[in-house]
């Protein structure tokens, strides 16, 4: 719950605002651009909603928020913001919101596959009211975890729908009970249209999980640069090896995908060619960060 008190000055006058206990993990600016931005190292309302479309953002930065930093001081259905995670992305893939602070607000995204059961990328937060939505769009039969930083709640998700979890040995799998340990790295499909593909770099055991060749999953390993307008990766954040990360980058080359749907950073689409390039743009950019 946001404190009044703590108001942060950098915020307009008005009914929202953000409080000083934010962590500057991004998740309000990049899910409601228009009402908050990054001001330095927090982020702060810079505009008041208007309109009945941006109150709704901005609740729903409210109820994602890994902190519960953002408050406000007029009275205000939570369900504005509850009811729309999780959120679609495209075709089956959507953005669950709900981010944790255990992942430094994490994005998670939910597969909904009627056939061959859904699958939870990385852990959103165990909130009661997403856990319900997510039973009503039938549960979660498998989770696959990016990498040992983003994993937040696999416990309770593993204890509520009994899904089995994925994720690198290298990353400590084994020490953390998980049922299907990665070893190696070397690709390999989880099934038909689900690929495991092992990108060392941000940490020793990240993998990034592609779909359907369309939808690329990517952890902390690769996220859209709104600024540079293309994709990049986090230099600063590299804490297993940077030359391992440009590494796992070129392999990722020989992929085709339409979407780039990170942990951290901004999401992309684009079309496979274009991805492609900025790919390219992105390796080039890495090489010379050493
Ligand atoms: S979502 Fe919350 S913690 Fe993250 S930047 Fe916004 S106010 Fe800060």
């Known amino acids: 719950m946001a404190n ?25 600016s990049q899910l409601a651009p228009s009402i908050f931005r990054d001001h330095g190292d927090q982020c702060s ?15 729903m930065a409210l109820v994602s928020c890994p902190t519960g930093s953002i408050g406000a001081t007029e009275k205000h ?35 909904n596959r009627s056939d061959k059961g859904n699958v939870l990328i990385d852990s959103p937060r165990f909130a009661s009211q997403l856990v319900k939505r997510i039973a009503g769009m039938g549960g979660v039969e498998t989770m696959l975890l990016t990498h040992k930083d983003d994993i937040a709640a696999h416990e309770e998700f593993h204890k509520q729908f009994g899904n089995s979890r994925v994720m690198h040995e290298r990353d400590g799998a084994a020490r953390i009970g998980i049922e299907r340990v990665i070893v190696g790295e070397d690709p390999f499909a989880l099934d038909d249209d689900l690929l495991v593909i ?51 980058m070129e392999k990722l080359l020989m992929y085709d995908f339409e979407w780039v749907l990170p942990g951290h950073g901004d999401m992309h689409h684009d079309s496979v060619e274009n991805m492609k390039q900025h790919l390219e743009r992105c390796i080039a950019w890495m090489k010379t960060r050493n």
Not at 4 to 27: H, K, M, S
Not at 82 to 108: K, L, Q, R
Not at 219 to 233: E, F, I, N, Q, V
Request: proline content about 6%.
């Open 77 to 111: 259905d939570a369900h504005l913001g509850i009811d729309a995670f999780p959120m679609h992305v495209s075709d089956d893939v959507y953005f669950c919101g709900f981010t944790s602070e255990n992942s430094f607000g994490g994005w998670s995204y939910l597969i």
């Open 4 to 28: 009044l008190q703590q108001r942060l000055p950098e915020n307009v006058p008005g009914d929202f605002f953000v409080d000083a206990t934010c962590i500057d993990c991004d998740t309000c």
């Open 198 to 248: 092992p990108t060392p770099g941000h940490t020793r055991g990240h993998v990034v999980f592609l779909y359907k060749h369309k939808f690329l999953f990517t952890g902390d390993h690769l996220a859209w640069s709104p600024g540079r307008k293309t994709l990049t990766a986090f230099r600063s954040v590299a804490w297993y090896s940077w030359p391992e990360q440009i590494r796992s």
């Open 45 to 59: 309302v810079y505009h008041q909603p208007q309109t009945a479309a941006e109150v709704k953002r901005a609740m």
